[in-house]
């Protein structure tokens, strides 16, 4: 198995800033009816609960955001553009807050998330919205507890993945319009399966 232990709540309950710079080498999986996919997370984008109006809680709670107002460790997916993208839930309940997953390093089924793309992909987790088709991620993991190792969790490599502050790039978010320079981005470097368009974009 190329993962260890499931990241549990504590993990997760601290503000996003952290958990988006250490969520980076960390591996996401996915068990699902057609098989497992799994990836080691290299791009993140922190949400913060204050005072951040790219945040979809900024303006208050509603039943699309809701995943954000709860305990940390749970997913929060929601739709944009005909595609899904993954949050994990930081800080305490009732703090919304929360870091997008951006990109992967495929290194299990492969093969599997080019068939959920539908095409030969050599990238197929490039972009949050590419990440959640090539996974099987939709609507129906919103709100799922990522700590219980079951369908959906982040997870240790079982391997320690030596990360330098000199590795993590750190640049303004991407695809929004409000605080989209603030730096709160980020990525490993000299990684291919980060976005290359979005690379650029710090």
Not at 2 to 28: H, M, S
């Amino acid at each position: 198995m190329i993962w260890d232990k499931v990241l549990q709540r504590e993990f997760y309950n601290c503000e996003p800033v952290t958990v988006a710079k250490e969520l980076l080498g960390k591996v996401l999986v996915r068990e699902a009816k057609q098989g497992v996919t799994a990836g080691i997370i290299v791009e993140t984008e922190a949400y913060l609960a204050e005072n951040d109006p790219a945040n979809h809680a900024f303006k208050g709670k509603t039943k699309r955001n809701k995943s954000m107002f709860g305990p940390a460790g749970h997913a929060y997916v929601y739709r944009i553009h005909q595609v899904c993208c993954l949050n994990a839930v930081t800080e305490p309940e009732d703090v919304p807050s929360a870091v997008l997953i951006r990109a992967l390093m495929p290194i299990e089924g492969v093969d599997l998330m080019r068939k959920r793309l539908g095409r030969d992909d050599p990238l197929p987790a490039t972009g949050p919205g590419k990440l959640c088709k090539a996974m099987a991620i939709d609507l129906s993991l919103d709100g799922w507890d990522l700590t219980l190792g079951e369908q959906l969790w982040i997870a240790e490599p079982n391997e320690q993945i030596e990360i330098s502050e000199a590795d993590v790039v750190v640049t303004g978010r991407v695809g929004v319009t409000a605080a989209k320079d603030l730096p709160l981005r980020f990525f490993l470097s000299k990684q291919p399966f980060v976005n290359f368009v979005s690379k650029v974009r710090g």
